[in-house]
């Protein structure tokens, strides 16, 4: 069964074929992804592993390992339905404090 695992706290010049390499130790990954802010492009520090298996003993290896200094999160991807929605403006923030205006 394909898992999907969240990575955190990655280093800024972290790779998507690092995070391949390193869970490949562990099962078959079948993809690896990190995350990049929508305008400049820049990692946002976390990424995604879908392993086809040994997702438990990747948890079990690399929770908290260091990986260019840092030492990183790894545990089972949650849904996003399922995340809290914290911070943010809710989508009605901004300059014109969530009004808009027709012309």
Do not use: C, W
Not at 13 to 26: G, H, I, P, T
Not at 38 to 55: H, I, K, M, N
Not at 65 to 77: D, H, P, Q, S, Y
């Amino acid at each position: 069964m394909i898992k999907k695992l969240y990575v955190g706290n990655l280093p800024f010049d972290a790779v998507a074929d690092e995070l391949r390499e390193m869970f490949s130790a562990y099962g078959r990954v079948i993809s690896a992804t990190i995350a990049s802010d929508r305008e400049t492009g820049q990692s946002r520090g976390f990424g995604f592993v879908e392993l086809a298996e040994g997702a438990e003993e990747a948890i079990q290896a690399l929770h908290l390992a260091k990986f260019g200094g840092r030492n990183l999160t790894v545990n089972e991807a949650k849904p996003r339905e399922d995340r809290p929605r914290t911070g943010g403006t809710g989508g009605t923030g901004g300059a014109r404090g969530g009004y808009s205006r027709t012309y």
